[in-house]
């Protein structure tokens, strides 16, 4: 994995399976490499393994498609603000 913006992420939402690595691949590599951006994992094929598996990863966020938009935009702030060290600006 090799982005020049990584040094500049916030905040990560990735689906849980896309086709070049998974969601929790992306987040193991990322951590490897020292990135501590927040996670936000979305899926469309939810069930009790995957989501324990996304929060003993530490993601900030789980949900399954279909979710609320507003709940998505909520944690979101709340990652940004945590990452921030919890400062509202």
Sequence with gaps: MRSSQLNDTSCVIADVQMPTMSG????EQ???QGHAAPFILITAFADDRTRA???????TGFFAK?????????CL????????????A
């Design 77 to 88: 702030d709340e990652a940004l603000r945590e990452h921030r060290g919890g400062t509202d």
């Design 53 to 59: 598996r996304a929060l003993s990863a530490g993601v």
């Design 66 to 74: 279909p979710f609320a938009g507003l709940e998505l935009i909520a």
């Design 24 to 27: 929790f691949e992306l987040l």
């Design 30 to 32: 990322m951590r490897a």
